[in-house]
């Protein structure tokens, strides 16, 4: 009993049982939880405009938003989720309770539309400025809408179905612990520019990458860039539970951008758009509109504009479609009566007004505007910059500056994922029975093997708790890496161990703390040893065999600073008599 | 007097003492062996040391000599899998059972002049393929493999696409890799014994087991992936150990003979070898995942290399110098 006492009393086991308790927080295990994670919301469908937002990528697994119920049917599996979508009707509402909050969602009709040959007279909602007095007595101007009848082509819409609600859902996580694609399944596509590009290039390439992939509001979606040893650049996008098929799709291509006038193509990314200004002098909120209340007196509406720069071609398509158009002209500003769409790959984006001036002339600089609404003027100023940004992306979207190859493509489905973990673990448990076997062989005493395997697992908690805790993800390269520190700390036990025995022995002209100093002496040596083979791995390699010379340098520091310290502590007063 | 030599005639005496009683099962050896109990192996270890670090200089001689030739006869010095040469892998999960033969002509037959490695494996209770092959479209593969196997859901699926220059690179890198963990750790095992003789001693021993593991793999025909020459870096960490440990025991220790201390690091160090052994090959028999199954292998064979490395031709060359110099 008196041992017991002696063991936990000292520092150095305190300290592994303080680390150990809160890598448990960090981990957060569940003994059970309900519901499905919320993992992608798409834009513009049922789920987001109910208000269900993209979960964060930076927040825990275990603190994110979880869908619990629906319509209040209790719902925890993906088949249920799934039987379920199949029964909604469009224009129909239903209720989903989640960890938040409750939402209403109401599905919309999936249309088909087609313009017909003929004309109506429809009615439309367009701003125009005007000067207005308030109650104060001071004059502000304000945008002010109003209607305008005017000849439009008939436009069939035929309901052929339910628009997906968007809302992406997977089982509930265990533990705050994330899996990488190799134990999740998901899809890691590695890219490199074909030319050599600046930094600057470089955020441009990877903003556009994550802008495209924005379309399927997925959270978990990793767009990076890595280099190695040669000075290659390289971007990695790892999307946790999609299909490879889909992110080719979206990041072979160019990013296809059109615009339109009455469906008729003016300019496309890519090819016609040669520059968009993002500094100060060509881009920014509207000189010479600014902002201003809207008609409703509550809300502020701002104008902004950018520069950007087409072919000579795409200003020709411009002026011919252009130039039979009719000028809507109010106080203030004139516009052209159609207005010009904006398509990214095939979904309106935008639809914005054409300055009269354009009509029929072929400009090759053009400025685009739009605006941005907010409830105080400072809100509706951030509110247009970003939607300024937002536009500017878009249009930069399809003009990538250099053209970006695929170089590879790994897709790993979901069930050899599981496969892998549970296969990891077994292997693991095994491996350390057998180490404890061999163990007892050698020194016959229970305590000392029941130390190590304790020791073992303490080092691997405590690894796998900081990585919950920084959101590493968990991969094959990391537990590669974390069967190295095993290795290695399996070793410098057994060269404690050694040396403790001998020094109880005292058959030996060293003294005993010199035997601990000389056992830690051969420990350290070996880390410093381990630790610096590791550091060119991470360097080198476009970052794929990062993962596990990280995790292995991690893993040992643990290992030297804490749990091995401590499990010299606890064989020391073992076996001292 | 002073205190310190009385403490070691107390010393002394107790060891004197205990010399007469036989050593618990808990302790290590004593300083001084009895002949009788080891037999052959100490008689063998203790006279015919020389020899015996001969022949692991003559392995290595050996290994160094057969990636010569073969790279004189074929112009290839490394065999390499996708992750290094370039090209395709699908795993594909199927209750099909057929001999992998088939398999293999099933899709040379419809895809001329490429080669195809096909490989099994099977779980608790998923059973599929890996079929592997060098530069082909993906969409052509796909089908080809629903084609023999019917059709295959995303779930039952998995691709990995390696472009050739991509794996070029690889090599290239994780080579580079390789060989600056090698220089960076010779550094620290400089700086560690400051000595640099016995230094150069465990660097060539280190040396030994990654050239004598990877002419092995070679000549077994193993095809090594970007894992596996990771798992020659943890190589050189897991050799290091206990050549370190010897090193150190030998050098620093005082009493007995250079012998007894090496017998004595050997016990502790056989041990180490030995959990690592029993762990890897654990690894080895059960891994599903090829890139764990490859690092095991090579890790398994490595660390029988380091046992004849680290107490036939590290011990051997150190006793050897030691004894020349006379440090017996």
Redesign the interface.
Known sequence: MGKLKAIFTNFRVIILLVVMLLALVAINPAIETKGLLIGGVAMNSSASIAGIQVPNPATAPRSRERVLAINNRPVNTVEEYRAFVTTLEPERSFTIKTTKTLYRLTTKPLLRRTALNETELRTVTEYREENVTTENGTVESRLIPYNVTKEMPKILEEVIGTEDIGLRLYLAPDSNLRKGL?LQGGSRV?M?PEEKVTQDQMDTIIENLKQRLNVFGLSDVVVRQSG???G?QYISVEIAGA??EEVKELLGRQGKFESRIKNQTVFRGGEDITYVCRSAECSGIDPQVGCGRAADGATWVCRFQFAITLTPEAARRQADLTRDLEIVSQDGTKYLSEKIDLFLDDQLVDSLNIGADLKGVPTTDIAISGSGVGTTEQEAVTNSLQEMKRLQTILITGSLPVKIG???????????GS??M???L??GV??AL??AL??FF????VAISVGIIFTMFAETWIVLGLAALIGWNLD??A??GI??A???G??DQ??IT?EI??G???????SWKQRIK?AF??IF??Y???V??????WF???G??KG?AVT?ILAVTIGVLITRPAFAAVVERL?KK | MGKRSRRKRLLWRKLRKEEAAPSEAVTAEQPRHEGKKHGFFYETYSKHYKVLMLFTLFLLFASLGFIGIKYAMTGVWINKDISLAGGISITVLSEKDLPLKEVQDFFSGRHTGKEFTVRKFSSGDQKGYIIETGELIEGELRSTAEALFGKLTKEQLSVEIMGSSLGKSFLRETGIALLLAFLFMSIIVLITFRNLVPSLFVILAAFSDIVCTFALTQLLGIKISTAGIAAFIMLIGYSIDTDILLTTRVLKREGGTVLDRTLNAMKTGITMTLTALVATVIGLILSKSSTLSQIFLIITIGLVFDILNTWLQNAGILRWYLEKHGKT
């Open positions: 190799d590695l490199a190695d040893l040669s290659n299909n490879e695929i170089v590879k493509a790994d897709n790993i489905s979901p069930a050899l496969e892998f549970q296969n990891a077994l292997i095994l491996a057998a180490v061999i163990i050698r020194y016959r005493k094959l390269a537990i590669a069967i190295v095993l290795g290695t399996v070793n057994i060269v050694d025995i001998q109880e022995k005292a058959s030996s002209f060293i000389q002496f051969i040596s070996a410093f040893a381990t610096v083979a590791m550091l060119p791995l080198a390699g476009a794929l065999l596990f292995t076996l």
